[in-house]
């Protein structure tokens, strides 16, 4: 320590973690359905999450047969065509995309990356599933009853989600409410156990410096979540009574049908700054375990430590604050006080800096790096394009003046499923093909793998890309058809929507060549061994492939560097893993370095 | 949202000053030269932080619906202050006897005073049930006296903050009862003074958001 001039007397010696009492499972129920182990609570997650976004998936799918070829198809009449919307956007963002970074990854991951046997409160963390399982059901019931689920798109603004002619207002408005409900419910329990375990259950030596930062974007989403969902239950709660009790927190005065109807005085507005002090905060909710996991996979692929750590926890930290003080960028044509504009669309380019910070690191980490293009790495770079593209038109709508002409275009679907759907599901999909063979001991299909990733990274770009134009060109979104339009919109605008539908079917078939790969290769992929992409972190250090209930054998990693050991100077391997100690670091032989 | 921006502006003003005295003089890229020990103090132990993280989040619910409160006075033209029954004194005692109840409580299971300890948390859960049937019986006053929830979004705003903090303390009574539960089958102060100190800990965190919600209806 002395060359680096520190003075050994500041540091503590990280405390022994006590050995945690794990619940044991006896049965079947206890060990499949009921577990209380995090992995298989993970895999739960991941399992309704996926099939969930599946289903959301087809919804997309009918949304855009409509809009290519519109009114080509019986089954897709206005009404329907607003409730796929709707649900399409609500599962995407909630059930799908947080429920498997934190319910999923973050269930996984976190004991096995700071090395722990399990979750703080196991109980709990099952308890954490099954409300979310629920409040799935309760979102699907909503297709089988009469009128339908709510069809006031996934924002759920009122007055319109409660006015006659939206479809679904009686029984399709309370169940998403309730689903909701029980879903935050649901995720505070899982919440407070990821940040419980990060906080409290770190093996020895594992500081919170020496943290993947995977686990650092789990956490910052987390405390996010934790914070933010509570806006969206408030939200949801006043909804119910609006809706159940009469009461006027939301609704206005209104006249439906030559009737005044029974609400009165309240505020839409009100509810848009509930809606996205929760909405805003959710964008990073998924973006920051992405940016996290992004991190460490381009650092493995790379053979590269990650370029400026510290500061990406920072920008990390420094993000999560600042996306709290955004929401309003949301709502610049909703006629709030115009002068909010101003101070919304400078704290929205402000969080531009430290997000800025995070990609040129993530380029600086490839820079030089002994870059290798395996599937994740692949589906790492994609992200980093699809989120600096999705990001730069995000610069466009945080100026009020750009945003009011441009708002509730096709500018502002391209923008937002660039960077906030493409690109998350990039990393979904680059941390499946890294970890899956942890998880299940073998190797995903290469040739399906490839496939999958040229056909998703292209088709997006082909889907999303000249919805920037559309929207330029004053296209409308959420309208079902547009009628005569003319001169107005250019006939051309109808064949570049058959190509943006046929790029989104050829989009959706291979996501499910991806399914179809991740259930073959569980029985006839490669045999990957621990360690196939010779890496630092924890997880990979397991006794067993997969890890066994309570992750590590008899006795507990101990941590004695950071997670980005990679093509060390003067050790033999390209790679040190993290429970290494300096002295069994081996050293180079004259030919050098070892991959 | 002001008052939200206030309270999530010192929650993270704390946490960022944590997280910097952890990272700033820290070089993560040095094997095994030993880093700042960033373990919480001993004193902090898991149940401690998951309470205080559950408070963060609870705090969150109370002070958005205080936000949404006041902006839908300033939004609205509509207003009528609801009427603050007599009763509303009554139960603020018992919730402030109840809070003390457990304290003495707690106070008993530090001395390892078993038979004190078990005598002031029956009487504390009891105040707290006494507590809920007070504000309900609030409840059916302001409905009998015809102010209903429809009525007035002040009728609205009181039902639904007060039906917010009972629901809190319901869910307190839960570990409450589990805690009793184990008293009754006979633990002494070893075993259950922690689950009564987090108990008293909640109970003081809901009777202090009582003092606010109640001020704020009373003066509003």
């Given at each position: 320590m002395a060359e680096l001039g520190h003075e050994a007397t500041t540091y503590a010696p990280p405390r022994e973690q006590p050995e945690m009492e794990l619940p044991h499972a006896h049965s079947f129920v206890t060990t499949y359905i009921f577990s209380q182990d995090a992995k298989t609570i993970a895999i739960q997650y991941a399992i309704t999450a996926i099939s969930v976004g599946l289903f959301a998936l087809l919804l997309s799918i009918l949304i855009r047969l409509q809009?290519?070829?519109?009114?080509?198809?019986?089954?897709i009449d206005p009404t329907n065509y607003l409730q796929y919307v709707t649900m399409h956007g609500m599962i995407m963002v909630v059930y799908l995309l947080t429920a498997l970074f934190l319910g999923g990854f973050g269930n996984y991951f976190i004991p096995l990356m700071i090395g722990a046997r399990d979750m703080a409160f196991p109980w709990m963390n099952m308890l954490s599933f099954w409300f979310y399982f629920v409040s799935v059901i309760i979102l699907m019931i909503a297709f089988f009853i009469p009128g339908g689920p709510t069809g006031a798109g996934w924002t759920l603004y009122p007055p319109q989600l409660m006015s006659e002619g939206t479809p679904g207002?009686?029984?399709?408005?309370?169940?998403?409410?309730?689903?909701?409900?029980?879903?935050?419910?649901?995720?505070?329990?899982?919440?407070?156990n990821y940040i419980i375990t990060i906080l409290q259950y770190r093996t020895r030596g594992m500081t919170l410096m020496r943290m993947p930062l995977t686990i650092w974007g789990i956490f910052m989403a987390t405390m996010l979540a934790l914070l933010a969902f509570p806006a969206l239950l408030v939200a949801v709660l006043m909804v119910l009574?609006?809706?159940?009790?009469?009461?006027?927190?939301?609704?206005?005065?209104?006249?439906?049908?030559?009737?005044?109807?029974?609400?009165?005085?309240?505020?839409?507005?009100?509810?848009?700054?509930?809606?996205?002090?929760?909405?805003?905060?959710?964008?990073?909710?998924?973006?920051?375990?992405?940016?996290?996991?992004?991190?460490?996979?381009?650092?493995?692929?790379?053979?590269?430590?990650?370029?400026?750590?510290?500061?990406?926890?920072w920008a990390l930290v420094a993000i999560g604050g600042l996306s709290f003080v955004v929401w309003a960028h949301h709502m610049y044509v909703s006629g709030m006080n115009p002068y909010f504009g101003f101070l919304f669309a400078?704290?929205?380019?402000?969080?531009?800096?430290?997000?800025?910070?995070?990609?040129?690191?993530?380029?600086?980490?490839?820079?030089h790096g002994n870059i290798r293009l395996t599937l994740p790495m692949l589906f790492a770079i994609g992200f980093i394009f699809t989120f600096v593209n999705g990001g730069l038109t995000g610069l466009f709508l945080g100026n009020v003046t750009v945003d009011v002409p441009l708002s509730d275009t096709y500018f502002v679907v391209g923008h937002f499923h660039m960077v906030m759907a493409v690109a998350p599901v990039m990393v979904i999909y680059a941390a499946i093909y890294h970890w899956y063979p942890k998880i299940t001991g073998r190797m995903l299909d290469e040739t399906m793998g490839k496939i999958h990733f040229w056909t998703t990274f292209v088709g997006t770009y082909t889907i999303y890309y000249p919805m920037h134009y559309l929207g330029l060109a004053g296209v409308p979104r959420r309208y079902f058809a547009y009628g005569d339009t003319s001169p107005f919109i250019g006939e051309s605008v109808q064949d570049l929507n058959a190509v943006i539908t046929v790029a989104a079917i050829i989009v959706a078939f291979a996501q499910l060549l991806f399914i179809f790969n991740v259930i073959w290769s569980r029985k006839h992929g490669v045999e990957s061994g621990p360690n196939p992409w010779n890496a630092t972190s924890l997880e990979w250090q397991t006794e067993t492939t997969p890890p066994g209930h309570g992750n590590f054998g008899k006795e507990l990693p101990v941590v004695y560097r950071w997670p980005y050991d990679y093509s060390v100077p003067g050790a033999k391997y390209d790679f040190i893993p993290q429970n290494?100690?300096?002295?069994?670091v081996e050293k180079a032989d004259d030919d050098g370095v070892k991959a | 949202m002001i008052i939200t921006l206030v309270f999530l502006a010192a929650l993270l003003a704390f946490f960022l000053g944590w997280i910097l005295s952890r990272t700033v003089q820290v070089e993560p890229w040095v094997a095994d030269g030993g880093l700042l020990s960033d373990d919480l103090p001993d004193i902090l132990t898991t149940p401690r932080v998951a309470l205080g993280i559950f408070l963060a989040v609870a705090s969150s619910v109370f002070a958005l619906s205080i936000s949404a409160y006041h902006m839908r006075i300033e939004?609205?033209?509509?207003?009528?202050?609801?009427?603050?029954?007599?009763?509303?004194?009554?139960?603020?005692?018992?919730?402030?006897?109840?809070?003390?109840?457990?304290?003495?409580?707690?106070?008993?299971?530090?001395?390892?005073?078993?038979?004190?300890?078990?005598?002031?948390?029956?009487?504390?859960?009891a105040l707290t049930v006494a507590f809920i049937f007070g504000q309900?019986?609030?409840?059916?006053q302001l409905?009998?006296?015809?102010?209903?929830?429809?009525?007035?979004?002040?009728?609205?705003?009181?039902?639904?903050?007060?039906?917010?903090?009972?629901?809190?303390?319901?869910?307190?009574?839960?570990?409450?009862?589990?805690?009793?539960?184990?008293?009754?089958?006979?633990?002494?102060?070893?075993?259950?003074?922690?689950s009564v100190e987090l108990c008293t800990i909640y109970w003081h965190y809901l009777l202090v958001i009582w003092f606010i919600l109640f001020s704020l209806l009373l003066t509003t």
């Open positions: 809009l290519g070829f519109p009114n080509s198809f019986s089954l207002i009686h029984g399709g408005v309370l169940l998403m409410m309730f689903s909701l409900a029980v879903f935050i419910i649901g995720f505070t329990m899982g919440g407070l009574f609006d809706h159940i009790a009469g009461t006027s927190f939301f609704m206005p005065a209104m006249f439906s049908m030559g009737e005044q109807t029974p609400h009165e005085g309240g505020s839409p507005l009100l509810f848009q700054h509930l809606f996205w002090f929760f909405g805003h905060p959710e964008v990073y909710i998924v973006a920051l375990p992405a940016f996290g996991i992004v991190s460490d996979i381009l650092a493995t692929h790379a053979r590269r430590n990650i370029f400026g750590y510290r500061m990406m926890v400078t704290t929205t380019l402000v969080i531009a800096v430290p997000t800025a910070i995070k990609v040129y690191n993530w380029v600086l980490t490839l820079w290494v100690p300096p002295e069994a | 939004w609205g033209s509509d207003w009528l202050a609801a009427p603050s029954p007599a009763l509303l004194w009554v139960n603020t005692g018992v919730l402030v006897l109840a809070s003390l109840a457990l304290q003495w409580s707690w106070n008993a299971a530090r001395r390892k005073d078993g038979d004190s300890l078990r005598r002031w948390l029956y009487i504390g859960g309900l019986l609030v409840w059916r409905y009998v006296g015809g102010y209903f929830m429809s009525a007035n979004p002040a009728n609205a705003f009181f039902y639904f903050m007060t039906g917010v903090h009972g629901v809190h303390l319901l869910g307190g009574l839960v570990a409450w009862f589990r805690c009793t539960r184990r008293v009754w089958q006979g633990a002494g102060p070893e075993a259950v003074g922690a």
